[in-house]
């Protein structure tokens, strides 16, 4: 099956500072999501992004499919960001949703 | 709109004990997933469905069942419950497969 993998794994930021996530995967995709986890669970869909640029306030992604990469920009950065961040990817008719490892991030005050 | 409700939130269960948990949308989602999430890790799928009646196997579906009798109601079951299935499960909707992904709070389960 399809392999995603996503870096860094950990991240510590102070509030105010940039960050660039990273997820990489080794086959061809249809879709391409990223997920935030806030501290109590919670898994909020932030971007579906196949392929392209998309933006929504602070955080923004880009996908180059013909690469096998995404990534996800977070500007500015606020300690509600805190939590883990996931990609999730699928490919071929079946549509099967594969996670990476996530990539968990604390930002302090 | 309630989105995607799962009960319970906790459970502990003992070895070979079975349970069920709910999960019920109200977005009209044809698609619905199952997932655990292990301590530090990804989503796994446990099984999935593409519309009423209809079910499938995910990635580590032994040890669970699943029915689906109507669009908005997707309950996972466990039978003979064992410590290897002390998870956090997710049930999740989507309007289209592959996208558009709505999860459930979440319900932590522990067997002791």
């Known amino acids: 099956g399809i392999q995603v993998e996503q870096s860094p794994p950990d991240l510590i930021l102070q509030e105010g500072a940039n960050s660039t996530l990273r997820c990489n995967f080794s086959?061809?995709?249809?879709?391409l999501q990223w997920f935030h986890q806030n501290p109590w669970g919670q898994l909020i869909n932030l971007f579906y992004?196949?392929?392209g640029t998309k933006q929504n306030g602070r955080l923004s992604a880009t996908t180059v499919a013909t690469e096998r990469y995404s990534l996800l920009y977070i500007s500015s950065s606020q300690t509600t960001d805190s939590g883990v961040y996931f990609c999730?990817?699928?490919?071929?008719?079946?549509?099967?949703?594969?996670f990476g490892t996530g990539t968990k991030l604390q930002v302090i005050p | 709109n309630a989105g995607v409700t799962q009960t319970p939130k906790f459970r502990i269960l003992k070895i070979g004990q079975s349970m069920t948990l709910q999960c019920t949308q109200d977005?009209?989602?044809?698609?619905m997933y199952w997932y655990r999430q292990d301590p530090g890790m990804g989503l796994k799928l446990i099984y999935y469905?593409?519309?009423?009646?209809?079910?499938d196997k995910g990635e580590v579906p032994n040890g669970y069942n699943v029915s689906r009798s109507t669009t908005e109601d997707f309950p996972l079951r466990l039978e003979l419950a064992a410590p290897s299935q002390t998870s956090v499960y997710f049930c999740?909707?989507?309007?289209?497969?592959?996208?558009?992904?709505?999860f459930g709070s979440g319900t932590r389960l522990t067997v002791v």
């Open positions: 469905s593409v519309g009423a009646g209809i079910t």
């Open positions: 999740a909707s989507s309007f289209d497969r592959g996208r558009g992904y709505t």
């Open positions: 086959d061809s995709v249809n879709n």
């Open positions: 999730a990817v699928s490919s071929g008719g079946y549509q099967k949703v594969t």
């Open positions: 977005m009209n989602h044809n698609y």
């Open positions: 992004i196949p392929s």
